[in-house]
Structure formats: structure tokens, C-alpha cells
């Protein structure tokens, strides 16, 4: 008998998964459950649609992070930061701080942890840092790290 899984069952499938389950453990365990709903034209209709809904959503945030990777090309971030001689900042420039000026500065929301520093930024100077927006869509910003009076 042919089920839709509503919910992920360990060793059987997942949410959203349509499964050959023998009859008598869909009409004894999985349908009474209310694990599992029979596969018929009515219940797989509402499945194509919930895919095609996230289907359509992730296609959304995709061309979202596109716009944001296009906007973060053309800006030039600049960190106001102490420095002591030769260049050498006293702490470091961090994911958080670079998030936190591109929210206040240009209204641009992004998380830092998908802010690609592989470490801190402890000197001055124009640097491009890659920014993981989506999988597959990745910005490019350029931070310059200047000292401040």
C-alpha cells in the first residue's frame, strides 16, 4: 500500500515521503497513528503543492541573495578601529562587527556566521571578504580596515 509519511519515522522514510508499506503495518500502526496518510489523487494533489510552494520559496530567497551579492559588489566597508604603529590594530575586526556595520550603514541584513573570515582582522588595509549569502551564491565585499584619530 502506498503512504504519505507525515512525520520521519526511523527506518521507514521521512516527512513528505511516499513509501511502499506492507497493508497490514499501514492499517495497523501507520494510518491510526496518524503517521502516515493513504497515497490517493486527493492527498499526492496537496503534496505536489507543498513542493511546489518550497520549490518556489527557495527559488525566492535564492534571487534574494543575488540582489544582496549584487549590492555588497559595489560597496566599499569601511572600520574605524584604534591602531597602534605599523599598521597593528590593538583586537581585531570580527564577522560580528562586519555584520553589524553593513546592518547600520547600508540596511543589509546578514548573518556572520556566513561571514568567511578565517580569522580576525588584525591590520589595516583594504581586504575583500566572501560572504556565503545562499547555497551557490556567494558576495564579495571589500572592507577597509582604516585607523581612527
Given amino acids: 500500500m502506498k503512504v504519505i509519511l507525515k512525520d520521519n519515522i526511523k527506518g521507514v522514510g521521512k516527512k513528505d515521503e511516499v513509501i511502499n508499506a ?6 495497523n500502526f501507520l494510518l491510526p497513528k496518524g503517521l502516515a496518510v493513504e497515497a490517493n489523487s486527493e492527498n499526492m ?5 507543498k513542493e511546489d510552494s518550497k520549490a518556489y520559496k527557495k527559488e525566492q530567497e535564492k534571487e ?3 540582489k ?11 572600520v ?5 604603529e605599523n599598521g597593528k590594530i590593538f583586537g581585531g575586526v570580527s ?7 553593513l546592518k547600520s550603514n547600508y540596511n543589509i541584513e546578514v548573518d556572520k556566521k556566513k561571514i568567511d573570515l578565517k580569522e580576525t582582522i588584525k591590520t589595516l588595509g583594504l581586504r575583500t571578504v566572501t560572504i556565503k549569502l545562499y547555497d551557490g ?13
Fill in 22 to 27: 506492507s497493508d497490514g503495518y499501514a492499517r
Fill in 45 to 49: 494533489s496537496k503534496l505536489k503543492a
Fill in 64 to 66: 534574494e541573495a543575488k
Fill in 137 to 149: 551564491v556567494v558576495g564579495n565585499l571589500k572592507v577597509d580596515v582604516i585607523s581612527k584619530e
Fill in 68 to 78: 544582496i551579492s549584487e549590492k555588497l559588489a559595489g560597496i566599499q566597508l569601511k
Fill in 80 to 84: 574605524p578601529v584604534k591602531s597602534g
Fill in 95 to 101: 564577522a560580528k562587527e562586519i555584520a553589524d556595520l
